[in-house]
């Protein structure tokens, strides 16, 4: 940061710095790079990490704020780049979602497949480690919906969004109670 007494406005040096054509050229090599490496990532972690958002969508989030807020707190960070950079995160957020919809296996490469944890009552536990999820997790995402009884569940589903979908018998049984006090008694 410089000082107050150092600084002269000069509008050009605001929006172009004291940068050469390369730093963009470098920027868009930087920004290709690192959110397509972020994907990976956070697609790696998991359904659990980004919740209700796609991972594209956190990406789009954390990585629009960090150039919007360094472009914003930053004298040294010149308009031009910033707006190249939020131009280019805007540009690879449309084409992620673009060949997403366009391209069935890059699909099943950055989106989460939907997993099947409960049937007719009873824990899929074999896809379980699809999510590495286990079936405390299930039960708290079950009770979370409402379910008091293993035994209500026709269906549950482990969406994109870390959700579960839950589909109910019309008319349930209460059975294998999955309450925090009464789990032990389901071993």
């Known amino acids: 940061m ?3 007494s150092e600084y002269i406005f000069d509008l050009s040096k605001i929006f172009f710095g004291d940068f050469t054509l390369f730093i963009y050229l470098e920027v868009i090599l930087r920004v290709s790079i690192i959110m397509l490496y972020t994907i990976l990532i956070i697609r790696w972690i998991g359904k659990r990490v980004v919740g209700g958002l796609g991972s594209a969508d956190v990406l789009l989030i954390v990585a629009m704020g960090s150039a919007v807020g360094d472009a914003m707190m930053y004298p040294s960070v010149p308009l031009s780049v910033a707006l190249t950079v939020i131009t280019l995160i805007a540009a690879f957020q449309k084409l992620y979602v673009y060949i997403g919809i366009k391209y069935e296996p890059v699909r099943k490469i ?3 497949k939907v997993t099947k944890l409960v049937e007719n ?3 899929l536990k074999e896809n379980f480690t ?3 999820i286990d079936e405390f997790e299930v039960y708290m995402l079950l009770r979370q919906q409402g379910i008091k009884f293993l035994s209500e569940v026709e269906h ?3 969406e994109q969004s870390g959700v579960l979908s839950v589909y109910k018998f019309d008319d349930p ?3 294998y109670s999955i309450l925090p006090e009464h789990l032990d008694n389901l071993k």
Do not use: M, V, W
Request: aromatic share 12%; net charge negative.
């Open 121 to 123: 009552g009873q824990l």
């Open 173 to 175: 049984k209460s059975e």
């Open 156 to 158: 549950a589903y482990y």
């Open 130 to 132: 699809e999510d590495d």
């Open 2 to 4: 410089i000082e107050g």
């Open 110 to 112: 950055t989106d989460p």
